[in-house]
């Protein structure tokens, strides 16, 4: 259910963007794989994270998987993330959301140098950015208040909790 | 050992899709050389599977602002406009096509064949998606290969060229921008004659390339498409040079140029239903794949 969620949202935040400035619309294709990461199992996440991924890179012309790959690694982020941070209340995932969307853009634009080259930085896309990874902060507590709404209709566990903060070295994975 | 892979079960997936991902980018990487690759299948259906769930999001958005348009600001200007503006798309590229033939020699006989050659139809499109990355630049259409849109060809807007289907499916697609990162176009200076290639910077600007040996290039100079590359068909308008970036010594040159449309504000946009000789070359045989890699629209070597 929950990847259902996230393709739609995905088209949605598509629409969005014909319409509304970049700055404005949250990055639904970024708070659905997080959330996803964060409410499902380690392998059911990080499938569905994996798999919207694919979706955005299909409603874009960026390189075929990047965004996948960058999903993934955020999937990675975000367990890693849960042992320490309790991702689960509004304002520390709203928090966390905005430090993703912005190492988002950073990875993509890593991404884009290492295989196309030719990548500047525009210091008017930079400021957008930043906007937009306010408004998806601003987005995240409902999206995952959503996404566990979905996630319970669709009879998975949704029960997370902050797991061992001082638990340093466990496995990310 | 049933616990020793259960164990690792989750790394091991994690790695396959790493490598996967990686893989793909490679492929699509290299696509952008030339050489294509499809995308798999269920990738495209996500595509189809968006369509109309855009098109339910954009209906009352589109609904309050044809509203506003029609009933409250100016009662049937924005129908009358639409029409308007479906009929200046034709007239204008018809004219570009006789002016770029009168410049070049005057024989009315190339002028006719000239007309002939862009005698395209025209298939109206509804803009229902954009690009979900802010580097990359391409529109989703709710037009498809059932209404005869596909991959390789044209899309127009009355400003000028908006770039060029890269993939489809039975009822939408998705067009690459002009000023995509990826997008490049053989043009030609409207009042010189001075050849070279338009690229994408993936900001908004476009950069023309040119050789400047002999080459007459100037900020406000109109830049078209030359037909060179078999992709576009001659005479479309690009956008107009801004600035000439003249390094010394250099054998090609830069110059930065403003796109003739206004990509932010594109809602209809005008699919010319036929392919180039080169884009018909490369999709040959192989009908038209339900997602296809962008292509190197310049033909670059």
Redesign the interface.
């Known amino acids: 259910m929950l990847l259902a969620a996230g393709v739609i949202a995905l088209a949605v935040e598509s629409a969005l963007l014909a319409n509304f400035p970049f700055a404005l619309v949250p990055a639904l294709s970024l708070l659905f794989p997080i959330a996803a990461a964060l409410l499902l199992g380690p392998l059911a996440g990080l499938l569905v994270s994996a798999v919207l991924g694919f979706g955005a890179d299909m409603l874009s012309s960026a390189l075929l998987g990047q965004h996948a790959f960058l999903r993934i690694a955020e999937f990675a982020l975000v367990r890693a993330a849960i042992g320490q941070f309790d991702l689960v209340r509004p304002v520390p995932f709203a928090l966390f959301a905005f430090a993703i969307a912005l190492a988002d853009a950073a990875g993509s634009a890593a991404l884009i140098q290492f295989f196309l080259g030719g990548f500047a930085a525009d210091p008017r896309g930079l400021g957008a950015i930043v906007l937009r990874a306010l408004a998806t902060a601003a987005a995240a507590p409902l999206v995952l208040a959503l996404a566990r709404r979905v996630a319970a209709w669709g009879g998975g566990d949704v029960d997370v909790r902050r797991e061992m903060r001082l638990e340093t070295k466990r496995p990310v994975l | 050992m049933g616990d020793f892979f259960r164990r690792i079960?989750?790394?091991l997936?994690?790695a396959a899709?790493?490598l996967?991902?990686?893989?793909?980018?490679?492929?699509?990487?290299r696509a952008?050389r030339g050489e294509r690759?499809n995308?798999p299948w269920p990738?495209?259906a996500?595509?189809e599977?968006?369509?109309p769930?855009?098109r339910a999001?954009?209906w009352p958005?589109e609904h309050v602002r044809v509203s506003w348009a029609e009933y409250i600001a100016l009662v049937d200007v924005g129908r009358e406009n639409g029409a308007l503006r479906a009929r200046l798309v034709t007239a204008l590229e018809e004219n570009l096509q006789l002016r770029e033939a009168l410049v070049e020699s005057g024989n009315l006989e190339r002028v006719a064949a000239m007309r002939r050659g862009f005698e395209a139809d025209l298939m109206p499109a509804r803009?229902?998606?954009?690009?979900?990355?802010?580097?990359?630049?391409?529109?989703?259409l709710d037009r498809g290969r059932e209404s005869g849109v596909l991959s390789g060809m044209p899309i127009v807007a009355d400003g000028g060229l908006v770039g060029l289907v890269?993939?489809t499916t039975p009822s939408a697609s998705?067009t690459?921008?002009l000023v995509?990162?990826?997008a490049a176009v053989d043009a030609v200076v409207e009042r010189s004659r001075a050849l070279g290639i338009v690229r994408g910077?993936g900001?908004g600007a476009l950069e023309f390339s040119f050789l400047m040996r002999g080459a007459d290039v100037q900020a406000g100079d109109a830049l078209l498409t030359s037909g060179v590359g078999g992709v576009y068909p001659k005479g479309l308008r690009i956008g107009t040079v801004v600035s000439v970036n003249a390094q010394k010594g250099a054998l090609v040159h830069t110059a930065r140029a403003a796109p003739s449309v206004d990509f932010g504000e594109l809602e209809i946009v005008f699919a010319l239903l036929e392919r180039g000789p080169s884009m018909r070359l490369l999709y040959e045989g192989e009908g038209d794949a339900a997602?296809d890699?962008?292509p190197d629209v310049a033909g670059a070597p």
């Open positions: 079960r989750l790394p997936i994690f899709l790493v996967l991902t990686t893989f793909f980018m490679i492929g699509d990487q952008a690759v995308a990738l495209s996500l595509l599977a968006s369509a769930i855009q999001v954009r958005i803009v229902i998606g954009q690009d979900v990355s802010p580097y990359f630049r391409s529109l989703l890269t993939a998705r690459m921008l995509d990162r990826r910077t900001t997602t890699a962008a």
